[in-house]
Structures are given as C-alpha cells and as structure tokens.
C-alpha cells in the first residue's frame, strides 16, 4: 500500500470530521489550537491504549481476540465491553478530564461533545494506522471515514454527561463513570454485532440511534446557547 494513500486515508477523515464539527459549533466556535490540542491528546491516548494492551497478558487476558471473534461467542461480547470498550474509552476520557475540561474556552454544554469528538478523531487516526496498511479500494475508503464517526459518536457520550457536570458546579463522578460506562457498553456491543454479516445491521441501526439522539441535542443545545446571547 502507498505511503500517499495512507495518509490521505487518515488525514482525509479527520479533516472533514473536524470541519463538520466546527460548523455544528459555529455560533460559537472553540479556537482551532485548542481543537488541535484535543486531537493531539487523542493520538496519545491511543498510543497509552496500545502499550496497556501489550500488558494484559500478564494478567491472563488475551491482547488480541480474534480466537474469541472465530467463534462468535459470548465470551467475544464480554471482552468487547470489559475490555475493549472500557479501555478505549476511559483512556479517551483521561485527556478531557485533565486537560479539557480546564480549558478557558470549555464554557458551554456542546463543548463537551465537540472536545470528546477531538480526542475520539485524534484516537481513530492513530488506530487506522494500524489497519489501513492492510486494506484497498473501498475496504479502505470505507474503515477511513467509519472508524473516526464511530469513535466520535461513543465518545460523545462521556463528552456530554461529564462537560454538562462540570459546567453546572457538579460533580464530576458520577456523570463521568455513567457516560464512560454508556459509550463503553455501546462500543462492545458494536465491535460485537460486527463480526458477523448477520449481525451488521444491528451495529449500523446502533449507530444510527446514537447518531440521531447526537444530532437532536447539538441542535437543541446551539439553539439554547443562541437564545442565552441574545438575552445577554
């Protein structure tokens, strides 16, 4: 596989994924270092997930799966939402606690979305490295532009339920332990529905769900934020 189409296959994606989240945000768009600040942080959250990985055998957890993906088992399901999904999320969440949510600019609830959205982009790209160099034609194209919407859209989640709570004077436990817990469940059982032709329409009709109830509150939240600056 070309160096070239590599690239363009993990650029390409967080581009546009980037572009279509600042114009959700436009009455009130974050600054693009701090959205580049959170992509950053993802491609090191995923680096942290690998190195963790390489680990787990030394506490009697398989590092790859695929045995458990051969026979569609419930232990695969397990897995996908014990491991998988809460590993890579909360390693997700880690730099949004930390860093983003100190952000000066963090101060309205869709921030939370768009920030998780950052750091799950900066994640997807560094995952597809991984993959893409073993994949073409629309195989290719299509793990490119999926990878990062899924990423985004379980991350939205905690991005959500924690950056609400932070902008209310909440605090932060218990929203963030239900909105990692959420997008953990949400990631295992769509890595799980994916491994089978089957089963394929039930991930695209999970993300479809929460690609909808996502849309319907960055609305309603820009609507609110718009009323809140003309009362201002």
């Known amino acids: 596989m070309p160096l070239w189409i590599i690239c ?3 650029l390409a994606p967080a581009i546009f994924w980037m572009a279509y989240f600042y114009f959700k945000d436009r009455l009130q768009p974050e600054p693009f270092l701090k959205i580049g600040t959170a992509y950053i942080l993802g491609i090191g959250s995923a680096l942290a997930v690998i190195q963790l990985y390489k680990l787990l055998p030394l506490l009697g957890i ?13 232990e695969y399901l397990f897995y996908s939402i014990g491991v998988t999904g809460l590993i890579e999320e ?3 969440f880690l730099p949004f606690l930390v860093f983003v ?3 000066r600019a963090f101060d309205e ?3 939370g979305i768009i920030y998780a959205s950052m750091i799950a982009l900066g994640f997807a790209s560094y995952e597809n490295i991984h993959y893409l160099a073993y994949m073409d034609g ?3 194209l299509g793990r490119a532009f999926a990878s990062p919407l899924t990423h985004t859209i379980f991350s939205s989640i905690w991005g959500y339920t924690a950056g609400s709570a932070r902008l209310a004077g909440k605090p932060l436990i218990w929203p963030s332990l239900t909105g990692i817990g ?3 469940l949400s990631h295992g059982v769509f890595n799980f529905l994916t491994i089978s032709p089957g089963f394929r329409i039930g991930s695209s009709l999970l993300i479809l769900l929460i690609w909808i109830w996502r849309i319907k509150l960055m609305e309603k939240l820009s609507r609110d ?4 600056t003309e009362r201002g």
């Open 8 to 10: 363009a296959g993990i």
């Open 62 to 74: 398989p590092d790859d799966p695929s045995l458990l993906m051969e026979h569609q088992s419930l």
């Open 90 to 92: 909360f390693f997700k």
């Open 101 to 103: 949510l100190n952000f």
């Open 109 to 111: 609830p869709i921030d």
């Open 138 to 140: 629309p195989e290719l």
């Open 182 to 184: 959420l997008a953990a």
């Open 225 to 228: 934020n718009a009323a809140n």
